[in-house]
């Protein structure tokens, strides 16, 4: 085993890896010019790009999200789960309420409020199965279906490779909080020559690609937002001075590192969605939602493997491409930002722990948004109160937002709040985002030690000008192709990720790959009856530690 002990690590100081880093700033600007200088060409083809991938290579992206989900229900509930991501006696190092709003915040951010209103009004006049639209039963299963996009399996995408990582920091001891160290027992040498460079570059990339797809969605949200509260025009200006000050919250939060900045802002903005939620369900039709709820659960449990696995085939209605498909490559894209940055705020944990924490509090928090805003604006568009449909179409995402949430009693305040929540919301990604980009480009780095901090401050205003670029292209469809692309070889990485973590598994505790053995003895009773001797050490006690060195 290659471990290195904890002292050894912290005597060698972080570095900047430069034959990452530099490659990455390369490649970025390179993508990022071409998008501000040349937008017309750029934008060009991409629609047919688009549906070439969804059409072609759909079908992928739905199995390997059932296999994710499938592999980690083996993984918590086998022995292996047991395992400790940390020393033995180590405690875990954030509070279990500042642990799962970092890791909810970090991988939902603003899409989910800016989906939340919309998604099931999009899928009720739009549905699967050859629905029809507008009916009793799209309605039903437009709420079950954007529950399930933002369910289970796209958490479990999210979670795929964070026990890989984990258990290479925090077990293995390797000073790097990378993919390609953790595909060293699989890679061997390769890990830190080449290969290991590509992978930490596709990672680099597809990390980027999922937060231009987030700042693709959000800065016209936060934009129609300001212009509403302040009666200001929708310009290009607004969108620039709403990039700044987003930049300027995350920087800030990343600069501060985890204790003092991402974990403050996250428990901010955990209590104000959650507070918004529940103003929501109050104020709101309170049965109609909990009985649109309960339907929801219903159709979900009762369909999950046929939706988790539909292609539709026949028909071909573009549905599955259009909205699953596209989900499952946004997830994937996102899946190396989630895994570094969970694995670096699990110590002290349990492979079990951060298994279904990550999976089942990520997928319940998420299906409360869907449920409760989604039901509200589902109610306010069957009861005839806003035609939330008409002003999707007329005005897009942000103004059926913002035309739902002033239906809300509360007027200027509500809405200011609401805008407040959105900046957060998205900073508390980006903060991530960056925090994950400096750490992958500096080696030396242990799971107790942070990035330096102008590393951390140079990848945000990185990200930033990544969304100056795509502002200045215009559209989402280059950013769709962008995460769709990422994706594809994403998979690739993710699956070498979990066969490293099992074949070292398999070599550091052996004997939780052997079942305990049962011994049969017979007793001389006067009924000769044989019974069960099981001494406590014919069986192997629960793994509840991680290797100590």
């Known amino acids: 085993m290659q471990n290195v002990s904890l002292k050894q690590s912290a005597q060698k100081s972080p570095q900047l890896d430069k034959g990452v880093f530099w490659p990455a700033i390369v490649i970025i600007v ?7 200088l040349f937008p017309d060409p750029v934008r060009a083809g991409v629609g047919e790009l688009l549906a070439f991938i969804t059409g072609q290579l759909g079908w992928l992206l739905l199995l390997f999200g059932f296999a994710c989900l499938l592999f980690l229900a083996w993984l918590a509930f086998s022995r292996y789960g047991d395992i400790k991501l940390g020393g033995a ?110 992978i930490d570059l596709i990672v680099i990339l597809s990390i980027l690609g999922g937060v231009g797809t987030s700042l693709g969605l959000s800065i016209p949200l936060v934009t129609g937002l300001l212009g509403t509260l302040f009666e200001l025009e929708n310009t290009a200006g607004l969108n620039i001075v709403v990039l700044v000050i987003w930049t300027g919250i995350f920087s800030y939060s990343a600069y501060m590192g985890l204790g003092k900045g991402i974990k403050v802002l ?27 709820w309960s339907n929801s659960l219903g159709l979900y449990l009762d369909n999950f493997i046929h939706i988790a696995l539909w292609t539709d085939p026949v028909t071909d209605s573009g549905f599955t491409e259009k909205w699953t498909v596209f989900y499952w490559a946004w997830w994937i894209a996102y899946a190396p930002m989630m895994a570094l940055f969970i694995a670096r705020i699990s110590r002290g944990r349990t ?8 999976v089942l509090w990520g997928s319940a928090g998420c299906m409360a948004f869907f449920a409760i805003w989604g039901g ?12 939330v449909s008409e002003i999707l179409m007329r005005e897009g995402t942000a103004g059926a937002v913002i035309a739902v949430m002033q239906s809300l009693p509360g007027g200027w305040l509500l809405l200011a709040v609401f805008t ?71 998979m690739v990485v993710l699956i070498v990720l979990c066969w ?11 004997e939780l790959s052997q079942r305990p053995v049962i011994v049969m003895q017979e007793k001389r009773l006067p009924m000769e009856a044989a019974e069960v001797d099981c001494e406590p050490e014919d069986v192997m006690p629960p793994v509840s530690q991680g290797l100590t060195t």
Request: glycine share 6%.
């Open 266 to 292: 996250s428990d901010i903005n955990i209590s104000m969605a959650f507070g918004l939620l529940a103003f929501v369900l109050l104020v709101g039709p309170t049965i109609f939602i909990f009985k649109l």
């Open 500 to 510: 490293a973590l099992y074949k070292q598994l398999k070599q550091d505790f052996p």
């Open 30 to 36: 390179s993508l990022a010019l071409p998008l501000v």
């Open 89 to 198: 006696d180590e405690p875990p190092e954030f509070s279990k309420r500042s642990w799962v709003a970092m890791l909810f915040c970090a991988g939902i951010g603003i899409a989910i409020v800016n989906w939340a209103f919309v998604e099931p009004i999009y899928l009720m006049n739009e549905p699967a199965m050859g629905i029809a639209g507008g009916s009793v039963q799209a309605i039903e299963w437009a709420t079950m279906y954007s529950q399930f996009h933002w369910g289970i399996i796209p958490w479990a995408i999210y979670s795929i490779a964070t026990v890989p990582v984990a258990y290479s920091l925090y077990v293995r001891r390797r000073p790097y909080l990378r993919f390609s160290s953790a595909a060293k027992p699989l890679l061997g040498h390769h890990s830190d020559g080449a290969i290991g460079k590509l």
């Open 351 to 358: 492979i079990r722990e951060v298994i279904l924490n990550e």
């Open 420 to 490: 407040l929540l959105c900046f957060i919301f998205l900073a508390t990604t980006l903060d991530s985002a960056a925090y994950t980009l400096a750490s992958v480009s500096t080696r030396n780095l242990s799971g107790y030690q942070e990035p330096a901090r102008w590393n951390r401050l140079l990848w945000a205003f990185l990200i930033a000008i990544v969304g100056v670029a795509l502002l200045m292209v215009g559209g989402l469809d280059i950013v769709q192709v962008s995460t769709l692309l990422f994706s594809l070889p994403m």
């Open 376 to 387: 509200y604006s589902v109610y306010l568009e069957t009861q005839a109160l806003v035609n």
